[in-house]
């Protein structure tokens, strides 16, 4: 009988690339810790910025890691994996998405070491889930509690995550931003609740970013649309109307046949006549400016500006939903149901011409729970990265007031929740014993990278911060990255949300398990039409190399 153990399966088709084992660990580990190196000389305020130019020659500028890793061209799916940690860390919490991608990097870094000493994925990954566990429990032990009514840390908050990103100006965006913040919370069974959405942010270049401003109501990238109407309504009574001031034309094919030019007049009288009506149920609610989803005809327009009514049309569904939160008003679908209880008001309604573009301004709404800013800047690059970090902004005091919970910043916390992991190491023993100190090591990678970006000896500043770390006092002792030293970063006011630093170490944990549990990349040929699932024609070999 043959002997059939060396016998070889074909089971792949011809074409197919398939990496196994420890070099399929080698090349995840090497993408990763690219990816990481490519947005690491971001981090902090003396962070650097990427200039990423696109296939169209489009430029992007930005010190975002999110931004960044969003316009790379990454083709690896390591590499994307990286990218979606970023993702999720910036819709979860909005800032320290370059900390989280560094952490991951840096995890898998350290995991290499490990695995070059002949220890198992499975012992490395158990070790890294005991050490992110602890460390969370210790970042959340030295975290403060915060209130939405604390506005000087909220400010801190916003000028923390702001620094480094817009490129001058960033006092004055922080106030717009905590501004914004108390404006739209909302009390909800005794819990504060923010929808960073009710911040309509609209940017528009020119002037400086200095002469950003923040309106207790909306604006509006649209005109006025007859020049007959006024560009200025004091004490504005507003309709919301999601219907067209139009006459449309019947839903199924129809003939009409005209035989006389008094015909013709008479079904021309007729569309004006209901275009009338219309106006005038718009006139009897009392309305003096009527915003429109949809479209408002010559006509209509003509006779709404003999009403002294202004109007603006095709304004899109999130405006006028923002537009409903801000002034009060209801959406009404049918024009003939508009009365006066529908109607919004606003100290001012204006058309304005900023940069050459006419906008509208709606203004002095009372109590808006949806506001707008208008951000200005010397370029559209600017302009463009203002809002990046507006956004940053934005997200993190929002989390800070959801959480009320607050850590301080310059790598305090990774260094304390560093110091504190070792001490747990020796607790632990065994093999993931060195797992954990890796995981300790890992977290140290913040703090030497800011020092880094400082200027400062890297090696030296971590042994300095270990030791200062070792007392219970040191916990907020940091890298004062503006000064090149050490120092304590309460005074400082750097100050995060504590969720920036559970999300990042959760994200970059779970993105090292999961390539380190990979052992065999295979990737597949492209389907051609007319070939079966397999990519050959039947009857054709494969070159298949698993062995069984």
């Not at 840096?106 to 460390?135: F, M, Q, V, W």
């Not at 739209?184 to 069974?189: L, M």
């Not at 170490?505 to 398990?513: C, D, H, Q």
Request: charged share 30%; proline share 4%.
């Amino acid at each position: 009988m043959a002997d059939n153990n060396n016998q070889q399966v074909v089971f792949l088709p011809e074409g197919s690339k398939r990496t196994r084992g420890r070099d399929a660990q080698r090349i995840n580990i090497l993408i990763a810790k690219a990816v990481a190196n490519a947005v690491k000389s971001t981090l902090g305020p003396k962070g650097m910025d990427k200039m990423i130019v696109d296939e169209l020659g489009d430029i992007t500028i930005s010190n975002d890691g999110a931004t960044i890793l969003g316009e790379m061209s990454i083709e690896h799916p390591a590499g994307k994996m990286m990218v979606e940690i970023a993702k999720t860390q910036d819709q979860e919490v909005g800032d320290g998405t370059t900390t989280a991608v560094v952490i991951g990097g840096t995890l898998l870094k350290n995991a290499e070491e490990l695995l070059d000493d002949e220890i198992h994925p499975s012992i490395i990954i158990k070790g890294y889930r005991l050490a992110a566990k602890k460390a969370k429990e210790i970042v959340s032990g030295i975290a403060e509690p915060i209130s939405s009514k604390d506005t000087k840390i909220l400010r801190n908050i916003a000028l923390t995550s702001m620094t480094g990103k817009a490129a001058e100006s960033v006092e004055e965006l922080a106030d717009l931003v905590v501004k914004a913040i108390s404006q739209i919370a909302e009390e909800e069974d005794g819990k504060t609740k923010i929808d960073i959405d009710n911040v309509k942010v609209e940017k528009k270049q020119g002037a400086s970013l200095s002469e950003s401003e923040l309106v207790q109501g909306i604006i509006i990238d649209k005109e006025i649309v007859h020049n007959g109407m006024p560009k200025k309504i004091k004490a504005a009574k507003i309709a919301l109307v999601d219907a067209a001031l139009e006459i449309k034309g019947p839903e199924t094919d129809t003939k009409v046949e005209i035989s006389s030019p008094d015909q013709l007049q008479a079904f021309l009288d007729k569309e004006e006549e209901m275009l009338k009506k219309m106006v005038e149920t718009v006139k009897k609610s009392g309305a003096n400016v009527l915003i429109c989803q949809k479209g408002i005809d010559d006509v209509a327009q003509h006779f709404l500006a003999k009403e002294g009514i202004a109007a603006i049309r095709r304004v899109k569904q999130s405006d006028m939903e923002a537009l409903a939160r801000a002034t009060g008003a209801k959406i009404v679908s049918r024009i003939q149901d508009l009365t006066e209880k529908d109607l919004g008001k606003a100290d001012l309604v204006q058309e304005k011409k900023i940069t050459g573009d006419a906008m509208v301004f709606v203004e002095g709404c009372k109590n808006p729970k949806s506001v707008s800013m208008l951000l200005r800047g010397g370029s559209e690059h600017v302009v463009e990265e203002a809002e990046r970090a507006i956004h940053d902004a934005l997200m993190a005091t929002a989390t800070a007031v959801r959480d009320g919970k607050i850590v301080y910043g310059g790598g305090s916390p990774e260094m304390e929740m560093a110091v504190r992991l070792r001490e747990y190491a020796q607790t632990i023993g065994g093999k993931e014993q060195l797992a954990i100190e890796a995981f300790a090591s890992t977290l140290e990678e913040i703090p030497r990278t800011l020092a880094e970006t400082a200027g400062m000896d890297p090696l030296e500043t971590l042994v300095n911060l270990r030791s200062k770390h070792k007392p219970a006092t040191g916990k907020s002792i940091g890298v004062d990255v503006f000064n090149s030293k050490i120092g304590d970063m309460k005074p400082l006011n750097v100050v995060e949300p504590l969720s920036v630093k559970t999300q990042a170490i959760t994200s970059g944990t779970e993105v090292a398990e999961m390539l380190l549990r990979i052992d065999d990349i295979i990737a597949g040929t492209s389907k051609k039409p007319g070939m079966p699932p397999g990519g050959m024609p039947p009857g054709m070999g494969g070159m298949g190399d698993m062995e069984m």
